[in-house]
């Protein structure tokens, strides 16, 4: 039982350029999330899906898009990746988006942006 | 604006004692309160929620309270083994709403 997969774990990009962060979870939950990491702050939500075919903005939004491909996969996209997005990306996942369902993460994506 | 804060300072427990974590908040009314288990180069692990009405809430070792005069919780993890070492997330959500903030973590190690 895999859970919540993300790939690729590592990643080295220089300014300017783009990738998209890929996450995929076998669990049959509705909801899925977008966090990163950044040392000495809390984990940081970027963007969720309530269900298959929404999305919407979290937190901190700005430089990030997002697609629901489907229920299992909900990937992030950098159009034009910046320094200050140097961080560890999370994907999560709940049976449902509820302030009382817990999450499920995956073991994150690290992005250096150089 | 809301504000979430753990033990600023790392924890060092000999194994066998009680390690005790708090997480307080302000400009904040949480519903829920959920913790969550880090180790290092791994996602967060979910362990205990608790509701706004429930003081207290057990997991085996693990026993949590919630105070919503206060504005704290305490996270304890009674007879502490080294396996318990690890970074320790409180999150904060209010009822309706799928947002769920984060503290920045207490770093917990059990020596043997």
């Known amino acids: 039982n895999a859970g919540v997969t993300q790939t690729p774990k590592f990643q080295v990009l220089k300014t300017g350029q783009s990738m998209t962060l890929q996450c995929a979870q076998d669990?049959?939950?509705?909801?899925m999330y977008w966090y990163r990491q950044d040392p000495g702050m809390g984990l940081r939500l970027i963007y969720y899906?309530?269900?298959?075919?929404?999305?919407d903005k979290g937190e901190v939004p700005n430089g990030y898009n997002v697609s629901r491909l489907n229920k299992r996969e909900f990937s992030l996209r950098l159009e034009s990746a910046a320094p200050s997005q140097t961080s560890v990306y999370f994907c999560?996942?709940?049976?449902?988006?509820?302030?009382?369902?817990?999450?499920?993460f995956g073991n994150g994506t690290r992005l250096t942006v150089t | 604006s809301q504000k979430i804060e753990q033990n600023s300072e790392a924890l060092n427990i000999q194994e066998g004692k009680t390690a005790t974590l708090t997480c307080n908040y302000t400009n904040y009314s949480p519903a829920y309160l959920q913790w969550y288990r880090q180790d290092p180069g791994r996602g967060p692990v979910f362990l205990l929620l608790?509701?706004?009405?429930?003081k207290e809430k057990r997991k085996e070792r693990l026993k949590v309270t919630f105070d919503t005069t206060l504005k704290q919780s305490l996270f304890h993890i009674t007879a502490s083994q080294p396996a318990d070492s690890a970074t320790y997330l409180c999150a904060l959500s209010r009822s309706n709403d799928y947002k769920l903030s984060f503290g920045a973590g207490t770093t917990v190690t059990v020596r043997a």
């Open positions: 608790i509701r706004e009405n429930e």
């Open positions: 669990m049959n939950h509705n909801s």
């Open positions: 999560a996942s709940s049976p449902q988006t509820g302030s009382n369902s817990p999450l499920h």
């Open positions: 899906s309530a269900s298959e075919g929404t999305t």
